[in-house]
């Protein structure tokens, strides 16, 4: 399975970004899907996720900014990023489990994108 994220950029403070993955290969081996961050000097964190059953999660500092949406037909998955912080300047990865449920752990995860970098100004 590849992973292929996109779009990142530089946004101020207060805006939206949209960041999108498109999965490729073996995807039937796809269950849970998420996004995950991480910012200079810290651990990566899981950002959002979506169970095989289609069930959403947030991390507390994201919630009601972002949405996270899968399409399994395309085998694609997006993380829309409104009322953006400069904390949430970070590389962002998607990321897939073979999991099914709620995959919190970020080593469950065995397929990664490549980072794709958010910098949000002040």
């Known amino acids: 399975v590849q992973l292929q994220a996109s779009g990142g950029g530089l946004v101020q403070a207060g805006g939206s970004l949209r960041l999108s993955c498109v999965a490729s290969?073996?995807?039937?081996?796809?269950?849970?899907i998420g996004w995950h961050r991480q910012a200079p000097g810290k651990q990566r964190e899981l950002v959002a996720l979506i169970s095989s059953g289609g069930s959403k999660k947030y991390t507390d500092s994201v919630k009601g900014r972002f949405t996270i949406s899968r399409d399994n037909a395309k085998n694609t998955w997006n993380l829309q990023m409104n009322s953006l912080k400069p904390e949430d300047t970070a590389v962002y990865y998607c990321a897939a489990s073979r999991y099914t449920g709620w995959v919190e752990r970020v080593y469950d995860y065995v397929y990664w994108g490549q980072g794709t970098q958010v910098t949000v100004s002040s």
């Open positions: 290969g073996s995807t039937f081996s796809i269950n849970a």
